[in-house]
């Protein structure tokens, strides 16, 4: 089997976007790959609502979500909530408006942070 010598790399349009190929010696031997998207549905299908929010906010989940924390923008926790179950319902009438984080512990033990804004 012989082996393979790339010796030069371009970005050349693709039919979504630029891409990344690859010749041999630059003589229009060419492989090459697009843009690819990845769709990792537990995260895409997590959501907060509503966001912005005011005084409750929902989170709804795939999975089921064991812990909950919200922390301002220096880091520091504010709320905390333990929960076995796919949908929390969420109190934040207590914090002040401004931007926070959600920490969201799942039951396959993947964390997933999502940004909140406290009108």
Known sequence: MNNLAFYCFQNKPFLFGKGLFLGDYC??????M??????????SELVIYPNPAQTEIT?????????????????????AKNA???KVDLNIINL???IYFVKILLEDN???VKKLIIQ
């Open 84 to 86: 076995d179950t796919k």
């Open 110 to 112: 993947t964390i997933q």
């Open 34 to 43: 697009g843009k690819i998207a990845v769709k990792n549905s537990k995260i």
């Open 27 to 32: 003589n229009g031997n060419q492989a090459g």
């Open 96 to 98: 002040s408006k401004g």
């Open 59 to 79: 989170i709804h989940s795939p999975t089921k979500i064991q812990t909950i924390e919200i922390s301002n923008g220096l880091g520091q926790v504010v709320s």
